[in-house]
C-alpha cells in the first residue's frame, strides 16, 4: 500500500510539473518574458501548395549570432562575420499584451510573428516566409510558407 501511495503521489508532482507555464507581461516588470538576449537554435521554412505541405527545409544559423529585445522596444540584431567582425542593426518591436504576437521594424522591413513561450527560456516563432524555393536544383513557387524560428534564451 505505501508503494501504491508513492507511487501515486511522484505521479501527481510529475504532472503538476510539466504542464505549461503561463507567461504573461505583467508577470515581468521589466517589459515581458521577451526582453532579454536570444539565441536561434534552429530555423525551417515549411512549403504549401493546395494546403498540402511539400517541402520543407533548414536553414544554417550562426552559432554566435543573437538577438536583443530590450525594454524601450528597441531590438538589436548581431551577426558575427566569418572574419570575427560583427554586424549590428537595430530596429524596433512590439509584442501584444498577451505575448502572442510579435512585430518587428528593422532596416525598412516589418515582419510579423506568432509567437510560442515554451518556458521562460524557448521562444517559438512563426510567420510568412518568401513563397519561392529551390529543390534540387528546381525552382518552385508555392502558394504558402511558414517559416519556423525556435529561441533560446542566453
Not at 49 to 73: C, M, Q, W
Not at 111 to 134: E, H, K, M, R, V
Not at 140 to 154: H, N, Q
Amino acid at each position: 500500500m505505501k508503494k501504491v501511495l508513492s507511487l501515486l503521489l511522484l505521479i501527481t508532482v510529475l504532472a503538476a510539473g510539466c504542464q505549461k507555464a503561463e507567461l504573461a507581461s505583467s508577470d515581468y516588470p521589466d517589459g515581458g518574458p521577451i526582453v532579454g538576449s536570444w539565441k536561434q537554435q534552429s530555423e525551417m521554412i515549411v512549403y504549401y501548395v493546395a494546403g498540402k505541405e511539400v517541402f520543407r527545409t533548414n536553414l544554417p544559423a550562426n552559432a554566435n549570432d543573437h538577438i536583443e529585445f530590450r525594454t524601450s522596444g528597441v531590438v538589436a540584431d548581431y551577426n558575427y562575420n566569418a572574419d570575427g567582425s560583427v554586424t549590428e542593426a537595430d530596429g524596433s518591436y512590439t509584442i501584444s499584451e498577451d505575448d502572442a504576437s510579435l512585430s518587428t521594424l528593422m532596416q525598412g522591413t516589418t515582419q510579423n510573428f506568432q509567437c510560442s513561450f515554451i518556458n521562460n527560456d524557448t521562444l517559438t516563432l512563426s510567420g510568412t516566409a518568401p513563397l519561392n524555393y529551390t529543390n534540387n536544383g528546381v525552382a518552385y513557387k508555392a502558394d504558402s510558407a511558414t517559416l519556423i524560428i525556435t529561441m533560446v534564451r542566453l
